[in-house]
């Protein structure tokens, strides 16, 4: 059903947005540490296989092999033509499912720059997944309070000030009801009630 319809789930082996936004969220990741292009060492290598495992995730099977060749060209110049069609090969048959946490472990990325960067979907060695999604949390409670006071919405505290009367419930004191309170507010004949 999900074919026919051409939208994919996760079940079906095809792409979906997470795998493409991650896709480019390593990639930042590497340019910012290396530049254009990995290094030829064993560090350049092991973080060429990372993004080459998060790249077949984003392909159907059969179009994994030469994507992954087209980004070994662009990543990984140095490496030869037959270890690059081995790796990308030996990838495109089982590419590892690698999860945010993972991730972070095997890049490496602490919080500071996974913040600076803005790598959501990559996990950070240094701040465990329950403490990211409580900064998530406080991050969008403050975005939400400042598209509110854009919008001119005013704070709880002002307003409790301007609604001082329903805090301190005067139609108790008065010994009427609260519709009456108004009610008689209203008419201006509350001055009167109160002599």
Not at 13 to 25: F, S
Not at 159 to 188: F, N
């Amino acid at each position: 059903m999900a074919g026919q319809s051409g939208m994919s789930n996760r079940s079906d082996g095809h792409w979906d947005a997470v795998h493409r936004v991650r896709l480019g969220h390593v990639r930042r990741l590497l340019h910012h540490r290396y530049g254009p292009e990995l290094p030829d060492d064993d560090a350049g290598d092991d973080d060429l296989r990372i993004l080459l495992h998060i790249k077949a995730r984003c392909y159907a099977p059969q179009r994994r092999e030469k994507a992954l060749l087209n980004e070994i060209s662009l990543w990984a110049p140095w490496l030869g033509e037959g270890k690059a069609k081995q790796i990308a090969t030996e990838i495109a048959a089982k590419p590892m499912k690698l999860k945010a946490d993972t991730l972070g472990r095997k890049l490496n990325l602490d919080w500071m720059t996974r913040e600076r960067l803005r790598l959501w979907q990559i996990g950070a060695v240094d701040a465990p997944a329950d403490y990211r999604k409580q900064r998530r949390r406080l991050r969008d409670a403050e975005r939400k309070w400042r598209k509110r006071r854009a919008e001119g919405c005013v704070d709880r505290e002002q307003y409790l000030d301007e609604h001082i009367v329903e805090r301190t419930k005067p139609w108790q004191t008065l010994g009427i009801s609260r519709r009456t309170y108004y009610y008689r507010k209203a008419k201006r004949t509350l001055a009167q009630v109160c002599r």
